[in-house]
């Protein structure tokens, strides 16, 4: 019991940190872009919640997400594993650039912004692609 209430405290306290992070981004964020967000564990690398646009970008719903790894939506995943590692050990933004594949097996490119959160455990991450 415990655990599940330190659990959901860190999963609302990383909704938190990305609803501030979000506010950052949409400083620089054009009209004409699709925002997806995603926070993963840096231990499993799996979605623990996804949300802005990332139905309308890749056609997923959140509750299909939550759970799964980013190599189910990520071609060439090691690259970007690799990258997201280097946030999670740096402490900073990592920026990269890569393909997300959608329901239907097509691919999107999106652009990442990314970064770990020793307090909360967690690896908030923003992307932004073409509507």
């Given at each position: 019991m415990q655990k599940e209430l330190t659990s959901n405290l860190k999963l609302t306290i990383a909704k938190l940190e990305l609803k501030q992070l979000e506010f950052i981004d949409k400083l620089s964020v054009?009209?004409?872009d699709?925002?997806?967000r995603c926070i993963t564990?840096?231990?499993t690398?799996?979605?623990?919640?996804?949300?802005?646009?990332?139905e309308k970008v890749t056609d997923f719903k959140e509750v299909d997400c939550v759970g799964k790894v980013?190599?189910?939506f990520i071609p060439e995943s090691e690259k970007v594993l690799d990258k997201i590692d280097r946030?999670?050990?740096d402490g900073g933004f990592e920026s990269f650039i890569c393909d997300v594949r959608k329901k239907d097996g097509t691919c999107t490119s999106v652009?990442?912004?990314s970064k770990?959160?020793?307090e909360i455990n967690a690896i908030v991450t923003i992307g932004r692609t073409k509507k």
């Open positions: 054009r009209h004409n699709y925002v997806i564990c840096p231990d690398n799996k979605f623990l919640a996804v949300n802005g646009d990332w980013w190599a189910d946030s999670n050990k652009d990442w912004k770990f959160f020793p």
